[in-house]
C-alpha cells in the first residue's frame, strides 16, 4: 500500500491503467499478531491477458519501473504485431527471456514443458527468486489468461494459500 | 470554518439559481402556444449540485470508498476494471492480495 500511495505511482497507473483488487488469500493472526498476508500486482491487457506480474511487496520505485515496462514494451509489441495475437505472444515471451537472461542470469527457458504445475515443481524453478520465477513462467506461457496463472502465483511463487476466508484467527500451539 | 464557508455559498447559489430557472422559464414561454413546443430542461440537471459546489469539493468527498489509502483509483471489481478498460483503451492493473484490502488492519 505504500507503494501505491505514491503520487508519481498513481499519476502513472491512473493514466494507463483501469484498477481493481481481489482478494485471493488469507492471513492468520496467531495470539494477537499478524503472520503472513501478500500481495501480487498484475499488469494486463483489457482481456485478461497477463503482460507482467510484480510477485510481492515492492518500493515505489520498483512498481513504477515495472508497470513503465509493462507499458511500453505492449506498446512496442502491438506496434509490430497488430493483427496477430500469435506473433504478440512470442514477442512477449521473448521480452520476459531477455528480462530472465539479463537481470537472474537465467537461460534455458526456450522449450516449454508440458504444462505450467509440472513446470513450477522442477528443482531449476524452485531455486530461482520471486521475480525470476515470474519471468520464467511468462517466458513459456505469455500472454497467459489471469485465471490460468493466478494460483500458481499465490501458491507457487508468493508461498501463500488461495483461500476465500480473508483473517485465519488461531492460538499458538 | 470551512463548512460554515460552504454554508454561505450554498445560501447564496440556491436562491439565484432558482430565480435564474424562473427568469428564464418566462423567457421562453413567452409567444409559445401550449402544445406547440415544449421547452424540457434534462432531468439529470435538477439531481446535479451547482457546479461550483462539485469544483470545490474535495476528492476524498466525491470519491471516498475508491482509493483505500493509496493514489490509485479503484474500480468495484476486476470485470468492471476490465470493461472500463476495453471502452477507454486502457490495460487493466489487478492487485492480488490477502486479507481485506478495504481495511489498512487486514493487509
Redesign the interface.
Known sequence: ?KA????E???Y??S????????????RIVDGRKQ?????????????QV?HVVAGPVNAAALLFE?RW??ET?KLATLEHQDSSPALRAFFGKAHAERLKREHGVTGVDKPPVDLAEMVNQPQFQVLSRQARVHAILANYPLIP?EQV?RV??ENILD?KVSTN??EVAKAP | MVAASGLLVVAWLVPLAWFGRAALARKTSVGVKPGLLAIEEPAVQSHRPPVAIMEASPRSVLQPQGM???????????S???????D?R????????????ED?G??
Open positions: 500500500v501505491l500511495a505514491n503520487p505511482v498513481g499519476q497507473l491512473n494507463h491503467f483501469v484498477s481493481s483488487f481481489q482478494k485471493v488469500g488469507a492471513f503472513g498476508g501478500n500481495v501480487a500486482s498484475y499488469f494486463c491487457t483489457s482481456d485478461g503482460l508497470a509493462a507499458v505492449w489471469i493466478y502465483v499465490f501463500e480473508p483473517v | 483505500h489509502g493509496t493514489s490509485l483509483d479503484f474500480v468495484c471489481t476486476p468492471e476494471a476490465a470493461k472500463q478498460a476495453g477507454r486502457k490495460l487493466v492493473f489487478l492487485l492480488h492480495i490477502s486479507g481485506n484490502f489498512s487486514f493487509t
